[in-house]
């Protein structure tokens, strides 16, 4: 049986941290805020509050793999470092 919790994320760009809460620094810093960014998941901003809280208190949160396309789309991020569970290569990108 698969088992979820062995997952363990890759670091990147070399940060500790989740790599959602890197891609949303790095928006914050472009003036992008966590409501534009919800809109541009189609999530509410509640949603994407929630996986901020649960990425801050696991660095091995998963997201949910329906939302992984969307995410690396908008941040630019390859779906590996969300989920090398299901996109074990990191050079793979979605178009």
């Known amino acids: 049986m698969y088992q979820r919790n062995n997952v363990k994320l890759p ?4 940060s500790r941290r ?3 809460l890197v891609a949303l620094g790095d928006a914050k ?3 992008v805020t966590t409501a534009d960014m919800a809109r541009q998941l189609h999530v509410a901003p509640q949603t994407l509050w929630i996986w901020i809280h649960a990425a801050e208190g696991s660095r091995h949160f998963l997201l949910p793999s329906e939302q992984i396309p969307t ?3 908008v941040t630019g ?5 969300f989920r090398p569970d299901l996109w074990p290569n990191p050079e793979w990108r979605f178009k």
Do not use: E, F
């Open 77 to 81: 991020i390859a779906p590996y470092y």
């Open 11 to 14: 670091p990147y760009k070399g």
């Open 29 to 31: 810093r472009m003036g």
């Open 18 to 20: 989740h790599p959602l």
């Open 71 to 73: 995410l690396s789309r």
